[in-house]
Structure formats: structure tokens, C-alpha cells
T-cell receptor, first 115, second 114 residues
Framework: AQTVTQSQPEMSVQEAETVTLSCTYDTSESDYYLFWYKQPPSRQMILVIRQEAYKQQNATENRFSVNFQKAAKSFSLKISDSQLGDAAMYFCAYKPGAGSYQLTFGKGTKLSVIP | AAGVIQSPRHLIKEKRETATLKCYPI?????VYWYQQGPGQDPQFLIS???????DKGSIPDRFSAQQFSDYHSELNMSSLELGDSALYFC?????????????FGQGTRLTVV
């Protein structure tokens, strides 16, 4: 069974600074997808960024980028120029490749942004 | 752009009652997923449907059942409700485009069992 581990229950960052959230996962599959979801106080689950395992290039979406280390099974999220609106719970999630539609989530990291 | 619609947004039920949650996926999305998120917990996968057929089954209790209809909307039926069923229930949908690699979530239904 796949597992996703987020070792930082809480993190804080100064506004305009950079923060990195950690995620490791365990799988025996070679084809899979990784995601970071953001859940603000409204509890809406918002997709931040995704990474295909077969791609070596790290995904980026504006101020959000990932450091995907496939051999180490590590998938960290870097948020640059942090904004107050980035304050939320962040979940790392794993999805197997073709044939499965199930997401496995980590326990989440609560990010606070200090003005 | 249209998003995943869930109804109702909030629901209060008593123990041993039944509840039905509805999910309307994004137009042209053919896959629907249901997740349960308890207080302070990560979302747990319950069940998914692809083209009206069950495709994956997770930790869904036997008291729960779900189906996807011809218009692709889905319903999660919950019977003999227990206090521990109080949670936020998410529905998500994905599209054949891109191999269903992205799931878009609705705003959730908050179920409170008293």
C-alpha cells in the first residue's frame, strides 16, 4: 500500500519570504502522480501543483514549485514571496498511474504566514 | 468556469437516520470520487465511479452505498448514521483529457450526526 508522510504538522513563514514544505512517499510503482493541495479555512480543496513521475523536470506554477527526487521518494513544495492568502493546510497526495483513481493524502502541514 | 457542485452544503442528522449526499461533476467529466475528512484529519478515499460503474473502493463502510447516474451525477447514501460519521464529505471529478490525472474538488458537505 502506498503511504504519504508529511513530517511537519505546522510551519510558519514571514510574508514575502520563502518556505519549503516536505513530503515523502512510499510506493513500488514506477508510474504515478504527485500533487499538492491547499485547504484554506473555507475547507475547499484547491489543487496547487502536480508532478508526473515520468517527468524529470520539476513542476512550477507561478510562486509555487516542487523539488521532485524520485529515487529518494521525496516531493517538497516551495512557496516563494509568501502572501497572507497562502495561509492554509497543505496536503501532499499520491495517485497511482493508469487504472486507479484513488488519491492517498498525507496528514497535512498547517502553514501560517506572519505579516 | 463550472465547478463540482455538492448538495447540501450542511446537513444535521440524528443517530440511526439516513442521509443522501449529491454530487454534480464538472461537465464532460466522467469520473467521480468520494472522500471523507474527519475533524483535523486528512481526506480518506471512500469510492469512485467511472462511466457509471464503480472503479475503486476504499474505506467505505457497509452502511454506505453510492452510485453514478446516466447524467454522471453521483449520490452517496448513508444509513444507520453514527456519531463517528460526522465529517466533511468531498466529491471530486476528473476528465478523460489528460488521463484523469487531476481531480477537482467540490466545496464539500458538512455532515453532523447528533
Amino acid at each position: 500500500a502506498q503511504t504519504v508522510t508529511q513530517s511537519q504538522p505546522e510551519m510558519s513563514v514571514q510574508e514575502a519570504e520563502t518556505v519549503t514544505l516536505s513530503c515523502t512517499y512510499d510506493t513500488s510503482e514506477s508510474d504515478y502522480y504527485l500533487f499538492w493541495y491547499k485547504q484554506p479555512p473555507s475547507r475547499q480543496m484547491i489543487l496547487v501543483i502536480r508532478q508526473e513521475a515520468y517527468k524529470q523536470q520539476n513542476a512550477t506554477e507561478n510562486r509555487f514549485s516542487v523539488n521532485f527526487q524520485k529515487a529518494a521518494k521525496s516531493f517538497s513544495l516551495k512557496i516563494s514571496d509568501s502572501q497572507l492568502g497562502d495561509a492554509a493546510m497543505y496536503f501532499c497526495a499520491y495517485k497511482p498511474g493508469a487504472g486507479s483513481y484513488q488519491l492517498t493524502f498525507g496528514k497535512g502541514t498547517k502553514l501560517s504566514v506572519i505579516p | 468556469a463550472a465547478g463540482v457542485i455538492q448538495s447540501p452544503r450542511h446537513l444535521i442528522k440524528e443517530k440511526r437516520e439516513t442521509a443522501t449526499l449529491k454530487c454534480y461533476p464538472i461537465p464532460r467529466h466522467d469520473t467521480v470520487y468520494w472522500y471523507q475528512q474527519g475533524p483535523g484529519q486528512d481526506p480518506q478515499f471512500l469510492i469512485s465511479f467511472y462511466e457509471k460503474m464503480q472503479s475503486d473502493k476504499g474505506s467505505i463502510p457497509d452502511r454506505f452505498s453510492a452510485q453514478q447516474f446516466s447524467d454522471y451525477h453521483s449520490e452517496l447514501n448513508m444509513s444507520s448514521l453514527e456519531l463517528g460519521d460526522s465529517a466533511l464529505y468531498f466529491c471530486a471529478s476528473s476528465s478523460p483529457r489528460g488521463g484523469r490525472t487531476e481531480a477537482f474538488f467540490g466545496q464539500g458537505t458538512r455532515l453532523t450526526v447528533v
